[in-house]
C-alpha cells in the first residue's frame, strides 16, 4: 500500500513535469475550452452566466481527456509504460496514478475558468460545493479518457477517438441547450454520459438552477469513475499479457 | 525403495526429535531460518547423495517452503533443497555445521536466481515460447541466445512478470513471481531492448525518478545517480535531457536506470543492438564489471561473439524451444568434436596430402599453395604429423590449432546461418 501510493506520486509529479505543456494537451486542454467559452461570452455577453456551468463541465471534460492522452499515448508508443510496470507498484495504482495525472490538469484549467468567471463575470460559487462535482466530474472523465486512451497507441489516435464522446456529450449533456428541452429518448441518451451530471452538479452548486441534489450527482459521477476504471485497469492488463 | 527409504528417514527424524538433544538442536534451526527467511532471498543446496538424510532433515525443520526432489527428478545423484525466502549464509551455516553428514565437506551450495519451468506463451495459435526450462545460479552471466523472433524477448518478458506465461512457472531467487510480484520486481533490474527513458528529463532525473519508483531514499538516491553517472561515463551529461543524447549514451542511462535500486538480477534485452563498436565495447566493459560485483545477469543477445565473451553459460533458443543449455567452451565441444590443424609449408603443400591422409584417415584441405587444414586430428597426433613432413623433406612454417567457434557450434546447433542472426537486426 505504501509502496503504491509513492509509485501514484511519483507518476503524477512526473507527468505532470513531462506531459503538461506538450502540444496535444494545450491545443485540446486549454486552447480549445478557452475558445468555447469565449466564443459563447462574445455571442451574447448577457446570458452568459447561465452557460457558465455547462461550460466549467466542458471545460472539465476537454482538459482531462486531452491530459490522459498525453500522459498514457505518449508513453505507450515510447514504451516507457512497460518501465512503470516493471516497478514494484500494482497495476492499479500505476493506473490511477495516470488518472490523478489528467485529473489534476483538468483540476487547474477549470479553477482557472472558474476564477475567472468568478472574478470579472461575478458568478457567485461556493467553492467548497463546486469542488464536491468537480473533483467527482474529474475522475470520471479522466477515467473514461484512460479506457479510451488504452485502446489505441498514437496521441492522434486517441484525440480522434475521444473527440467522439466528447462532441456527442457537448450537444446532448445540457452544456448549451437544456436536457429538459430535448426529445425524451435524447434525455434518456444524455443521462448515459456522465457530463450531463457534472453540468447539472454545477447548475445546482452555482444556483443556476434550484432543487438539484449535489450529493446524489456526485455519487454517480463516481460510479462513473468506477465503470470506467475497472475496464482500463483489465484493458492494461491485457495490453501487456 | 528409494521412496520407502525416505519415509524411513523421514520417521527416524520425527523420532530422534524428541530426544532432549535433537529438541534443543531444532530450536537452533529454527531460530537461525526464521532470521534468514526475513531476508527474502531464495537458495538451493545441492549435496552428495551422502548428504540426503541430512538434508532431509534440513527440509523437516524449515517445514513448508522447502521441498526436496527425488533423485529421479534431479540427476547426477544430487539431493536438491529448495528453500523459498532463505538466507545463504546463514543455511550453508546451518549444513555445514549442524548436522550431522557424514561428507560434508563434499557438499557444494549453489543458489538459484532464476528458475524457469516450462514456461509456454502462445498467441492465439501461435506458440512463440514452447516449453523452456532452465536454471540461472545466483552470480552467473546467463545468456539467452537465438534468431529474431525465437522468443528470447518474450521469455524475458515471462521472467519479469511483465507478460503472464500461457503455462509454467518462474521463480527468482526462490520467489514465485505470481505470488510475490512486488518483492520480485523490487530485486530485478529491466533493460528493456528499447531505451525508452523519459526524453523530456535530463540523465540525472531520469535516475532519481525511477529511484523513487523502486523507493530508494533520497540520500541513496543520489549517491547511486552519481556513481551510475560515473560508472557508464555520464557525468558530463547529467543536465542534459534524454533525448539529446547519443544513442550509446541513452543506451548506457537505460541500463544505469535499472541499476539505480541496486537489484540482485539485471536482465539484459539485447543491449548492444544499434550501437557503435567503441559504445558496445564500452557497454560490455561496464556489464563485466556488474558481474565482477557478484550481480546475477540474465542477457539476451543474437551478437554470438558478445555471448562469447561475455557468459558463463548459454541458452540456445530456436522457434521457442531450448536446444541447448551449456557454457560456450561446452557448446563449442558439443557441436565441432573435431580438431583442425592448419600447417603451413614451405615450398608446396600438395605433396604432403596423401601422406598426411594415411596418418589421420582423412584427406588434409589444400587452403593455398602452403597450407594444408586437417581435420579430425588430435594433439596426440600432432608430433606424428610432424615427422611425417620431415620425413618427406618439407620444412613447417607454422602450425596453428583451429578452435570451433561459438558461431559454428550455433550453426551446427540449431541449422540456422549465423549471418542470419546479424543481418536481422542491422548486425555490426
Given amino acids: 500500500m505504501r509502496d503504491d501510493l509513492r509509485g501514484i506520486w511519483c507518476i503524477i509529479a512526473k507527468d505532470m513535469r513531462t ?28 446570458d452568459f452566466k447561465g452557460l457558465i456551468p455547462g461550460l466549467l463541465a466542458m471545460t472539465a471534460l476537454f482538459s482531462t481527456t486531452a491530459a490522459e492522452a498525453v500522459v498514457i499515448n505518449f508513453e505507450l508508443r515510447l514504451g516507457s509504460l512497460e518501465r512503470l510496470l516493471l516497478a514494484p507498484i500494482s497495476m492499479m495504482a500505476i493506473l490511477l496514478g495516470k488518472i490523478l495525472g489528467g485529473a489534476i490538469f483538468g483540476l487547474l484549467m477549470s479553477s482557472l475558468v472558474a476564477v475567472v468567471c468568478a472574478l470579472f463575470l461575478n458568478f457567485d460559487l461556493d467553492w467548497i460545493s463546486f469542488l464536491s462535482i468537480l473533483l467527482p466530474a474529474l475522475l470520471a472523465f479522466s477515467a473514461m479518457g484512460s479506457l479510451l486512451c488504452l485502446m489505441v497507441k498514437e496521441v492522434f489516435e486517441a484525440q480522434t477517438l475521444l473527440n467522439l464522446p466528447r462532441f456527442v456529450m457537448v450537444f446532448i449533456s445540457g452544456v448549451v441547450y437544456p436536457v429538459e428541452a430535448m426529445p425524451k429518448a435524447l434525455q434518456f441518451l444524455a443521462h448515459l454520459f456522465p457530463l450531463t451530471y457534472a453540468v447539472k452538479g454545477f447548475q445546482g452548486v452555482s444556483g443556476v438552477s434550484q432543487g438539484i441534489n449535489v450529493a446524489l450527482h456526485a455519487a454517480v459521477l463516481m460510479a462513473f469513475f468506477l465503470i470506467f476504471f475497472l475496464p482500463a485497469a483489465n484493458l492494461l492488463s491485457k495490453k501487456f499479457e | 525403495m528409494r521412496v520407502l527409504a525416505d519415509l524411513r528417514c523421514r520417521a527416524r527424524i520425527s523420532i530422534s526429535i524428541l530426544s532432549v538433544a535433537a529438541v534443543a538442536r531444532w530450536c537452533i534451526l529454527t531460530m537461525k531460518i526464521k532470521r534468514a527467511r526475513s531476508r527474502k532471498s531464495g537458495l538451493k543446496i545441492w549435496g552428495l547423495l551422502y548428504c540426503r538424510k541430512a538434508l532431509s532433515s534440513l527440509a523437516y525443520v524449515m517445514n513448508a517452503s522447502v521441498k526436496v526432489l527425488t533423485p529421479q527428478e534431479c540427476p547426477k545423484g544430487n539431493v536438491v533443497v529448495v528453500a523459498g525466502g532463505a538466507c545463504i549464509a546463514d543455511l550453508c551455516d546451518l549444513l555445514l555445521q549442524h548436522l550431522h553428514c557424514p561428507k560434508r565437506k563434499e557438499c557444494t551450495v549453489t ?25 540461472v545460479e545466483e552470480g552467473e552471466l546467463f545468456g539467452f541466445l537465438g534468431p529474431n523472433g525465437a522468443g528470447k524477448t518474450t521469455t524475458i518478458r515471462m521472467l519479469t512478470g511483465l507478460s503472464k ?16 510480484a512486488a518483492t520480485t520486481k523490487g530485486f530485478t533490474g529491466v533493460v528493456p531492448e528499447a531505451s525508452n527513458l523519459y526524453d523530456e528529463l535530463t540523465a540525472l532525473e531520469n535516475l532519481l525518478f525511477m529511484g523513487k519508483l523502486y523507493g530508494v531514499r533520497r540520500k541513496e538516491r543520489y549517491e547511486r545517480a552519481g556513481m551510475l553517472l560515473e560508472l557508464f561515463r555520464l557525468q558530463e551529461k547529467r543536465d542534459r535531457p534524454f533525448r539529446t543524447l547519443s544513442q550509446g549514451m541513452k543506451r548506457s542511462l537505460t541500463i544505469a536506470a535499472a541499476l539505480i535500486h541496486n537489484p540482485k538480477i539485471l536482465f539484459l534485452d539485447e543491449p548492444t543492438v544499434g550501437l557503435d563498436v567503441m559504445a558496445a565495447r564500452s557497454l560490455r566493459s561496464a556489464i563485466q564489471k556488474l558481474r565482477d560485483q557478484g550481480m546475477t545477469i540474465f542477457l539476451t543477445t543474437h551478437y554470438l561473439e558478445e555471448a562469447d565473451v561475455l557468459c558463463d553459460r548459454i541458452a540456445i533458443i530456436v522457434r521457442g524451444q531450448i536446444v541447448a543449455v551449456e557454457k560456450p567452451e561446452e557448446l563449442k565441444k558439443m557441436a565441432i568434436k573435431e580438431q583442425a590443424i592448419e600447417l603451413t609449408i614451405r615450398g608446396s603443400a600438395s605433396i604432403l596430402v596423401e601422406q598426411l591422409a594415411a596418418l589421420i584417415g582423412t584427406k588434409p584441405i589444400i587452403v593455398d599453395s602452403n597450407t594444408l587444414r586437417c581435420s579430425g586430428t588430435t594433439n596426440s597426433l600432432l608430433p606424428h604429423i610432424c615427422r611425417a613432413i620431415q620425413d618427406a623433406g618439407a620444412e613447417i612454417e607454422s602450425i596453428n590449432t583451429i578452435k570451433p567457434t561459438l558461431e559454428e557450434a550455433f550453426v551446427r546447433i540449431t541449422g540456422l546461418s549465423s549471418s542470419m542472426m546479424a543481418m536481422e537486426k542491422g548486425g555490426k
Fill in chain 1, 19 to 46: 506531459y503538461y505543456l506538450k502540444p496535444p494537451a494545450i491545443s485540446w486542454g486549454i486552447v480549445f475550452p478557452i475558445a468555447w467559452v469565449l466564443a459563447f461570452y462574445l455571442r451574447n455577453p448577457v
Fill in chain 2, 111 to 135: 543458489s538459484i536466481a532464476i528458475k524457469a519451468e516450462g514456461l509456454i506463451k502462445r498467441y492465439g495459435d501461435i506458440v512463440a515460447v514452447n516449453g523452456v526450462s532452465f536454471d
Fill in chain 2, 165 to 180: 506465461p500461457t503455462a509454467g512457472n518462474v521463480e527468482l531467487l526462490g520467489l514465485d513471481i505470481k505470488a510475490n
